[in-house]
């Protein structure tokens, strides 16, 4: 005899998706399959752990486990998943995954436009690089938009003019960055402006560069430094 189900049941056994997440997750550059990673991480959170495995979340979708340890490292470094420590009444520490830097995302200030380098950012870093970022490289990005109040844009530039000149690393990033700020670049325009004026003083000195790339709007700041 089949058991039948109670209504009652059903109701109880929910589990509250804000519909924002399934809104716009398209816009702020998550995947099905984070998604996917962030609802059973909501399932955890309100059965009280708080610190699930990539095992135990794997028991549970068609990703195995170092699938779903990607995306959970991937989920931070996007800055839509965090790890806090905290500490219960006996003075214990833990440690456990909080979704309130995807929140924020989805529910700040403003409606982000898709095309915002704040929110792509990293992950255009990832693509240039072919690989997740480092902790430390995340750290550094971050450290030019906060600390020294670098324009999105910018750093962007900077990214696509180590790729021309061939020098895609961060140290380089970094040079040019430094250099632009120490010259009062602030846009992009001015990096162009700063770039044909600079082809225009050498071009009648330079020999011409076996290299046939387009540097027209990007030149190598630090010419004769690694």
């Known amino acids: 005899m089949t058991k039948k189900i109670s209504i009652q049941q059903i109701l109880i056994n929910q589990m509250h998706i804000p519909s924002i997440l399934l809104l716009k997750y398209k816009s702020i550059g998550l995947t099905e399959k984070e998604v996917m990673i962030i609802l059973q991480l909501l399932r955890y959170l309100e059965t009280n752990n708080d610190f699930p495995t990539p095992f135990e979340i794997s028991e549970y979708v068609t990703m195995d486990e170092k699938e779903c340890a990607n995306i959970l490292r991937k989920l931070t470094q996007k800055n839509l998943l965090s790890i806090e420590q905290k500490e219960n009444d006996n003075h214990q520490l833990s440690e456990g995954y909080c979704l309130d830097p995807l929140w924020e995302k989805l529910y700040g200030e403003e409606e982000k436009k898709e095309d915002d ?25 971050n450290a030019w938009l906060d600390e ?77 430094e690694d």
């Open 117 to 141: 380098p704040i929110g792509t950012i990293f992950i255009l870093f990832e693509q240039e690089f072919g690989r997740p970022l480092s902790p430390f490289e995340i750290e550094t990005v």
């Open 148 to 224: 020294d109040q670098i324009e999105p844009s910018l750093i962007k530039a900077g990214l696509r003019e180590s790729v021309l000149m061939g020098k895609l690393n961060f140290k380089y990033i970094d040079r040019i960055l430094r250099e632009w700020k120490k010259k009062g670049i602030h846009t992009v325009e001015q990096a162009r402006n700063a770039s044909k004026q600079f082809h225009s003083r050498q071009q009648t000195t330079k020999e011409e560069k076996t290299d046939k790339r387009d540097t027209s709007f990007y030149y190598n700041w630090l010419e004769g």
